[in-house]
């Protein structure tokens, strides 16, 4: 129903930043909070940040007062912007929406491909 492609990773030094979006195809569906997660090499998938529709937003404790999610509800996109980059935030980050019905019913959570974020060296 809804088709999402995550994009902006690429190859970044600590310290410095990087900023990824997501665009959401359009349809019928109403998008409601849309979020960012990441996956480490052995390691769990992780929320790193979500923002609803309204612009509340909540962040990991890893990446909080680093990272910033911000959206744009006419284009259908959202954003994460990261600085200063540590060597643990490298991963495949992932972007996810809630997609909900005319009735505002949970149609259910789609993701993106990901987007990968490496060291430099």
């Known amino acids: 129903q809804v088709q999402l492609v995550d994009s902006g990773g690429g190859l970044v030094q600590a310290g410095k930043s990087l900023e990824l979006s997501c665009v959401a195809s359009?349809?019928?569906?109403?998008?409601?909070?849309m979020g960012w997660y990441r996956q480490a090499p052995g390691k769990q998938r992780e929320l790193v940040a979500t923002i609803s529709r309204g612009g509340n937003t909540n962040y990991a404790d890893s990446v909080k007062d680093r990272f910033t999610i911000s959206r744009d509800n006419a284009k259908n996109m959202v954003y994460l912007q990261m600085n200063s980059l540590k060597p643990e935030d490298k991963a495949v980050y992932y972007c996810?929406?809630?997609?909900?019905?005319?009735?505002?019913?949970?149609?259910?959570?789609?993701w993106g491909q990901g987007t990968q974020v490496t060291g430099s060296s």
């Open positions: 996810y929406a809630d997609i909900r019905d005319s009735n505002w019913y949970r149609v259910g959570d789609y």
């Open positions: 359009r349809s019928i569906f109403t998008i409601n909070t």
